[in-house]
């Protein structure tokens, strides 16, 4: 774009005035090793989009942060000017009980949120991935963990968004209620979209009751077509299971684990019935430790961090992805909801280049074959550097002309997004 | 807008080409049986109608438009309640139901494959040996499509527990307004990029083409309840949906009607509903069956505390069919009470339900137009029949005027003017109440990215089309012109 980027004063006297706290950076607020001009932490929709105007107004590039637990994600930006932190904007706005829908800011943090609800007998339907993440973060990298198989993700949970646009309008879609049909779907667009088409400062989600009980039931699994066999049973099974999850570490003991919600009756009817599935070893356990968190370290932000993976597929492919990792040139340990086809793997930090770049192609191939996808979610430079981070995307032409639409100048997170986005 | 009668022969001259000779449309009287949808008092005769038998026939009807400047509207079965396939006067009619074809049904991985033409039931019925169903239930099941479910977001009695259609759409093949065929989401969770499926479902055919969808199949429930229950007032009826929705319990369904619907489905179907009822509720319990057992003693319970005085199971197939007879066929029956009638789609908090059901027997009684009301009480989707006869002068005009106040009651609840139908050409013109010049503006930078011609289903949703060419506004410094020029460039 040839539009002159620069964080000269007047630039900064324009960001000072648009929002009470302008600080500079951090070695906490570098973004992937990118060091950003100067953070602005905005404490209300109207300040973002003051900042946005400015920002706009002077050509800066803009990365949004929410609680700063994913900025390694994705590709390095290749350029930020101002970082817009909105974690000051954590309030939870209003929760409509009797409504079950829940209005919060975006920088609130998930934990928090569902402390609130909680009170309420209620639940926002997503899971805390990495500790002390924002609503905002998790809608930018649509992140989700075992409770998908019951609840769905954020695109289905999100119904209402506000928004501030790379020109720094300020613009809503959707509502307060669940069910509404009335003009486009921009939350759905939002979600996943590492904030490159706009800042969310604001979002309503339906919830959903806590269940008065819950139980884990284990088991142990040896290969690949066993573990392929039970997620089957467990899936097909009138079980109603709330999550179906697999532990697979490159060394130690595999588990898969289905997770039943509901009425104490009910559930101890279908923990009964599931171990009959699971057959001998199947236990009743405390949750495993292993659920709603990833196979890797998090908070890492230097070379010492694993490769970071996730694998989607359709759920008959697991004994091949599976395979597939036992074959992998790494070792990989890998975890996720099998009940969905959505799984979490590591090579671990240190592994010999040529042996990640041949993991990362033989698990994308073994995906691909099955219906999905590989994203190196995160990775040290080195590793992001040799291989193909986001992987063959399909209809990047639209996706291009709607990031071009909504940010025409290409300011908002540059370079983070697929295909060079 | 003046027609384009040398890029409507260069379409029908290309589609001639491309399909097989009675599938394009010329004469004007077969034109006419295409002139409106389920919104009758819409109607307007196509220039041009096509039914492609293939994606490729389709799209490539789709470019010869794109090339000529030519409008078009997509049309499943016509089954849509908003106008949204109301044909352009000088325009294409593309009408998918001759693809028809089941791709595949994939029990293991809990997935079907199907055309825009198929019908919405007829994937359950492929499903059901397996042991799955689709979800998704439009009232109109039985004869509307699932390329006009995709348009429209379609819902139905069934989505307070398993939400819409865009919860149960993976992926599809997507015909852009340029006539390319692109692949959107997946059989798998999660595709990388942005969700553009997620911004298709729902844009009532203003984004492109769908031509395959990718289904999500739902395990069939081990055990269904349903249960009818009679109440003295819509008042008790609502407090008891309350009463259900706070005890943690999400029923597969809860329907209300109030008496004067219960009025007009005895007259037809003679459903038998309890006599002297102001309301009853059919609410449908499902899942593992210990669980449903415990859930039918709560509600029972539940609804008798709220002042129920008769409440009915049905535990099998055909005792659920007769309570459903009367609920489905609601918005039929109201013919039998009225020679017309407008149906509103309105939404409001369910917790707002008593008081706005208040507010609209009050604008019924100011204004002598008789409402019946018939609804998804579980997620306070309100469907007011307003009755008129259209004989009599002004009666029409009286009943728009009572639909368009409870719109707007709807709007200052916080609700919506839409649920399930869409905005299509009936509330096009409502959207400004609920959404500012700026949202508007901002959702159709999606239709600019999508179709900056602006003739995929023309002068749908939108009050006043957007001009993709304009530099979206208010940013300094850059260069409009550049801009301008590089709108497409990448």
């Known amino acids: 774009m040839a539009v002159e980027t620069g964080l000269g004063t007047t630039a900064r006297e324009a960001l000072s005035s648009a929002c009470d706290r302008v600080e500079e950076p951090g070695e906490r607020d570098l973004v992937d090793g990118v060091r950003p001009g100067v953070v602005a932490r905005p404490a209300t929709t ?11 107004g002077h050509g800066l590039t803009v990365v949004p942060r929410g609680s700063g637990t994913k900025m390694t994600w994705g590709q390095a930006p290749t350029s930020a000017d101002v970082l817009v932190d909105v974690s000051a904007m954590d309030r939870v706005l209003d929760h409509a009980a009797g409504d ?26 997503l899971d805390e991935t990495v500790p002390g993440a924002s609503v905002g973060g998790t809608l930018a990298t649509n992140a989700s963990g075992a409770q998908r198989l ?76 066993d573990a392929h066999r039970l997620v089957q049973v467990l899936v097909h099974s009138q079980a109603v299971p709330s999550a179906v999850e697999i532990d697979w570490p490159a060394s130690g003991p595999r588990v898969v684990s289905v997770l039943l919600e509901g009425r104490p009756g009910g559930v101890e009817g279908r923990v009964a019935s599931a171990r009959a599935a699971l057959g001998t070893g199947a236990e009743v356990a405390d949750p495993p430790s292993a659920v709603a968190t990833y196979p890797w370290t998090t908070g890492l932000r230097g070379d010492d961090r694993a ?31 099998v009940g969905t086809g959505v799984v979490y793997a590591e090579i671990p930090v240190g592994t010999d280049a040529a042996a990640v770049v041949s993991t990362i192609d033989g698990l994308r191939a073994a995906c691909a074959r ?14 992001k550097q040799s291989v193909d981070v986001w992987g063959p995307v399909g209809a990047l032409d639209l996706m291009r002309r709607v990031k071009h639409r909504f940010d025409p100048e290409h300011r908002l997170a540059p370079g983070r997004f697929v295909g060079g986005i | 807008m003046t027609g384009n009668s040398a890029g409507l022969a260069a379409v029908a001259r290309r589609a001639a080409e ?31 109608v096509v039914l492609p038998q293939s994606a490729a026939q389709l799209a490539g009807v789709v470019r010869a438009c794109a090339e000529n400047d030519v409008p078009f509207v997509a049309r499943g079965s016509g089954t849509g309640l908003s106008g949204g396939a109301l044909p352009h006067a000088d325009g294409v009619l593309i009408v998918t139901s001759q693809m028809r074809a089941i791709l595949g049904v994939d029990p293991e991985d809990q997935r079907a494959v199907v055309e825009p033409g198929v019908i919405n ?91 395959s969808a990718t289904l999500r199949l739902v395990r069939l429930p081990q055990e269904v309840r349903t249960i009818l229950v009679g109440f003295a007032s819509t008042d008790q009826a609502g407090s008891a949906t309350s009463a259900i929705i706070a005890a943690g319990i999400v029923p597969a369904a809860i329907e209300m009607m109030d008496a004067l619907a219960i009025e007009a489905a005895e007259a037809a179907v003679r459903c038998n509903y309890p006599a002297g009822a102001g309301a009853v509720l059919v609410i449908e319990l499902d899942g593992a069956t210990v669980d449903v057992v415990a859930e039918y003693d709560d509600v029972v319970r539940l609804c008798a505390e709220n002042g129920s005085f008769e409440q009915r199971v049905a535990t099998d197939p055909a005792e659920r069919a007769l309570i459903w007879k009367g609920r489905k066929s609601a918005f039929a029956a109201v013919g039998r009470i009225s020679p017309d009638y407008l149906v509103q789609d309105g939404v409001i908090p369910r917790t707002s339900l008593p008081e706005v059901l208040r507010a609209i027997q009050e604008l019924s009684r100011e204004s002598g137009v008789r409402v019946a009301n018939v609804f998804h009480a579980g997620d306070g989707n309100l469907h007011p029949l307003v009755l008129f006869d259209d004989a009599i002068a002004g009666a029409g005009d009286a009943a728009e005027k009572v639909s368009g106040a409870i719109l707007d009651l709807c709007i200052q609840h916080g609700g919506s003017i839409t649920g399930e139908h ?39 949703i939108f009050p006043t089309p957007r001009l993709c060419g304009e530099v979206p506004g208010r940013h300094q410094g850059a260069h409009p012109l550049q801009e301008a020029g590089m709108a497409e460039v990448f």
């Open chain 1, 150 to 225: 019951l609840t769905g993700t954020a695109r289905d949970l999100l119904i209402g968004v506000t928004l501030v646009r790379a020109d720094g309008v300020v613009a809503k879609a959707g509502g307060r209620v669940v069910k509404n049909v009335a003009g486009y779907d921009l939350g759905k667009l939002l979600i996943g979209s590492f904030g490159t088409l706009a800042v969310v400062t604001r979002a309503v989600f339906r919830l959903h009751p806590v269940p008065a009980a819950r139980a884990w039931v284990s088991a142990p699994v040896g290969d690949a077509t």
């Open chain 2, 18 to 48: 491309l399909l097989a000779v009675g599938d394009v449309i010329t004469d004007r009287a077969r034109l006419r049986t295409y002139e409106c949808d389920g919104l009758a008092h819409y109607r307007v005769t196509p220039a041009l």
């Open chain 2, 121 to 211: 039931l007829d994937v359950t019925r492929a499903a059901t040996p397996h042991g799955y169903y689709y979800a998704p239930d439009p009232s109109s099941q039985q004869i509307c499509s699932i390329g006009g479910n995709v348009a429209e977001n379609s819902g139905g009695a069934h989505c307070l527990k398993y939400g819409f259609t865009t919860n149960h759409v993976l992926g599809a093949d997507f015909v852009t307004p340029q006539g390319d065929v692109v692949p959107l989401g997946g059989a798998a969770p999660d595709a990388p990029g942005y969700d553009l499926l997620g911004a298709v479902v729902g844009s009532e055919g203003t984004l492109g083409i769908v031509t």
């Open chain 1, 370 to 383: 099955n219906s999905g996808a590989l994203v190196v979610i995160d990775a040290p430079a080195a590793v």
């Open chain 1, 307 to 337: 490769t970071a993976l996730k694998l989607t597929f359709v759920i008959s492919g697991l004994a091949e992805v599976l395979t597939a990792v036992g074959e992998a040139a790494a070792p990989v340990s890998l975890r996720g909801s």
């Open chain 2, 422 to 460: 869409g905005v299509g050409m009936d509330k096009s013109a409502y959207m400004p109440r609920m959404f500012t010049e700026e949202d508007l503006d901002t959702m159709q930078l999606v239709r600019c990215a999508f179709d900056p011609d602006n003739i995929s289903n023309p002068g749908k």
């Open chain 1, 46 to 56: 109207e300040q973002v989009a003051e900042v946005l105007r400015a920002a706009a």
């Open chain 1, 100 to 125: 079950l829908i829940v209005d919060v800011e975006a920088g609130a943090r998930l934990s928090e949120v569902q402390e609130h609800l909680a009170g309420a007998g209620q639940r926002l339907g």
